[in-house]
């Protein structure tokens, strides 16, 4: 029996099987909002009663559930029907700043060179190897464009390649639910073996071309066990059960090649298990028992592990260990850790490894020669952006491959030489018809109620006017120990040539100054997020970049959460707010622990069963403290098939704000009924349009027509 069953009480019998599920308002116009009807729901907890007036929209299958969402779908289709001469200049606009038929950096693994392709006017990428040199034959190793015919989604999960290079294990989901079915195919003959595995998670091939381990996920999407398959098998091994739900599996292969790690973490402790690639059936092994508070993750090189760890701060060290005996008692320290400074990840190679860190909530890459122990930091063209490690299967190398973007800047790609220090570019994403010189970048600093200075990061077309007229979308996140980086999109461009200011909060809870700055903004210090927030608002208005009457906000799925306390909070502050997929209901989510992410995250948000933390929870819960003001203009998007923030949060959300609210602002909830995603749609076409709908909601709103 769940903690839903044990806690719940439905005073009204009403909404306990479809047929009693009450149906829309018939006859209701497409040109006036839905009204969803009010049928008590009573939880009752620590003495507290909570009312959910709109708990009988979690019945999926409900024909009434289905009618309101296709009523509130058609109502906004209505209300947005005269933007769409704007949604088909901003599509065509970001269509053109593409180049549609475009090849990725090819990357060397083994006798191999990898790389994927697109084609104008095809959804999906082209997935492709050549053997020996670029100049070679081409072999499509998967077309996602002829797996998708038919298929209204389609997503590719895992892509790992056997050590001879003759199997392709991959995985994809046509459903939007992230349900991931496993097949191997022969790529000398084009041919599908026989296996069809479900809900597999993650993957890694042994030596022997014949072996594959892998990890399923149970009904709540946990990945949770590890098993072991031999090719042509009819049954496999069950080698561990992550029995703790607070605990997730992951599977991996170092790039040597010669161990398999299995981790099993939670959101704020880990341990690791290791096996040799080249003894498949032999038993994996523990490095060093899971205790609290400790995280520690694994690579191997020679005859050492080596271990990132925040056993001796929160902000992580890096030690060795042999092989042969891996345990915390034989931990050499290599690079201690610093209060100024957050090692997010090691990358190892034969004979140097590079370190990802982070300073004064900057990223930076450090190469460390494992000879010498000698250090040094990669230049790159500008400070505030965003880094990341490319593709280096190779682990005999001295090239270190990685990308580099800032919000002026496209992503672009360079192999870091470390014997001559230099990088070389390799390829920039073309952009048509954009020139970085246009455009300005500034990183400021808001100061939150407890005096803590929060990074902003803005970029505006060059010369305007900080006179409090310019239109501003701000975005934040501030979940996960995630960083709010600063890619560049092209697609965004379409704003700032309209004279929008872009900005990015960068408030706690996320990773940017590491642990710390996560610590402060999760658990019972997650008010901290959303303080956050206003306060850069109130600076960018302060100083003169937009006002009440031009600022918009946006933030997805936790940043929704953002998003939906902040209009509690402030809603005076704000124009329009963009809230996707938003986590919103917090106390009956974190409640029900048959859903996906739930007990897993009870060390994000808390345990409802906990008082105090019910108590800090119910204080900002989004669904929870809607108040009868005036909020601004709002559009809401959710998907059907959302198998991370259930599609009820937002539809709920938006069914108990209509209700409440006193203004006459737009509230518009866009629910894709069709195979989708948290993340929307999967082909590339169909996401600049759901793009350009957003943008158009936005720019209309703001005052901005074509």
Request: hydrophobic residues 35%.
């Amino acid at each position: 029996m769940n903690i839903r069953t044990l806690l719940l009480v439905c005073v009204i019998s009403l909404g306990v099987s479809a047929c009693q599920t009450p149906a829309p308002p018939q006859g209701q116009s497409v040109t006036q909002p839905p009204v969803a009807k009010k049928i008590p729901h009573i939880t009752t907890l620590h003495g507290d009663r909570l009312v959910d007036n709109y708990y009988w929209l979690r019945k999926r299958n409900s024909p009434a559930v289905l009618a309101y969402l296709k009523a509130e779908d058609a109502y906004t289709d209505w209300f947005m029907k005269s933007t769409g001469p704007l949604q088909e200049a901003l599509y065509k606009e970001m269509i053109a700043r593409v180049q549609e038929t475009d090849t990725s950096v090819p990357y060397r693994d083994g006798d191999y060179f990898y790389y994927h392709r697109t084609e104008e006017g095809k959804q999906y990428p082209v997935y492709c190897r050549k053997r020996g040199s670029t100049n070679a034959v081409e072999e499509v190793t998967l077309d996602l464009n002829r797996l998708g015919e038919g298929q209204e989604f389609i997503e590719l999960g895992v892509y790992e390649v056997s050590d001879d290079r003759n199997l392709l294990a991959y995985s994809l989901d046509t459903t939007g639910l992230e349900d991931f079915t496993l097949y191997i195919k022969n790529l000398q003959t084009g041919e599908l073996l026989a296996e069809r595995i479900p809900r597999v998670d993650s993957v890694a091939w042994a030596a022997d071309n014949k072996t594959l381990f892998y990890v399923t996920e149970d009904a709540a999407k946990r990945a949770y066990r590890l098993w072991r398959h031999a090719l042509g098998a009819t049954s496999d091994t069950l080698l561990y059960e992550e029995k703790d739900a607070l605990f997730t599996l992951g599977l991996g292969r170092s790039r040597s090649k010669e161990y398999v790690f299995v981790e099993s973490a939670s959101k704020t402790s880990s341990e690791v298990r290791y096996l040799r690639a080249d003894e498949p059936t032999s038993a994996f092994k523990l490095i060093a028992p899971r205790t609290k508070d400790h995280e520690y993750d694994v690579d191997h090189s020679g005859d050492l592990f080596y271990i990132r760890t925040n056993d001796k701060g929160r902000n992580f060290r890096l030690v060795t260990a042999p092989v042969t005996n891996p345990g915390r008692e034989n931990w050499k320290e290599i690079v201690p850790c610093r209060d100024d400074v957050v090692l997010d990840d090691v990358e190892l190679f034969a004979k140097q490894f590079v370190l990802l860190e982070r300073e004064n909530g900057l990223p930076r890459l450090r190469v460390v020669d494992i000879g010498t122990g000698e250090s040094h930091v990669i230049e790159v063209p500008e400070v505030d952006c965003a880094l990341d490690v490319e593709d280096n299967a190779e682990f005999n190398s001295t090239m270190f491959r990685y990308g580099f973007e800032s919000l002026r800047t496209p992503h672009t790609i360079y192999d870091y030489d470390v014997t001559t220090l230099t990088s070389t570019l390799l390829k920039q994403r073309p952009v048509k018809g954009y020139n970085p010189d246009d455009y300005q970048v500034e990183r400021l600093f808001a100061t939150a109620s407890d005096g803590t200075r929060i990074p902003i990061s803005l970029v505006y077309c060059k010369g305007i006017q900080r006179d409090g007229s310019n239109p501003l979308l701000l975005d934040g996140y501030g979940a996960y120990g995630i960083p709010n980086d600063v890619w560049f999109s092209s697609n965004r461009i379409s704003l700032l040539d309209r004279g929008v200011v872009y900005a990015s909060a960068h408030v706690r809870g996320g990773g940017e100054f590491g642990r710390k700055w996560y610590d402060a903004g999760r658990l019972r210090n997650k008010r901290n997020t959303f303080t956050d927030f206003i306060a850069c608002a109130r600076f960018l208005i302060r100083e003169g970049y937009t006002s009440k009457d031009h600022l918009a906000i946006t933030g997805a799925s936790a940043g929704g959460l953002t998003m939906g306390a902040v209009l509690n909070m402030r809603p005076d502050l704000f124009k329009v707010a963009l809230v996707e997929v938003p986590f919103v209901d917090i106390v009956n989510t974190m409640l029900d622990e048959s859903l996906p992410l739930t007990v897993g995250e009870f060390e994000e948000w808390g345990n409802p069963k906990n008082k105090a933390d019910y108590e800090y929870m119910k204080g900002y819960s989004p669904y929870d403290k809607i108040t009868p003001t005036n909020y601004p203009a709002m559009l809401v998007k959710s998907s059907l098939n959302d198998s991370r923030v259930m599609y009820w949060e937002p539809a709920k959300y938006v069914a108990k704000l209509r209700a409440t609210k006193t203004d006459h602002n737009p509230l518009l909830f866009r629910i894709d009924l069709e195979p989708a995603g948290h993340n929307g749609r999967s082909g590339r076409y169909d996401a600049l349009r759901e793009l350009a709908f957003d943008y158009a909601f936005i720019l209309t709103q703001l005052g901005i027509s074509l």
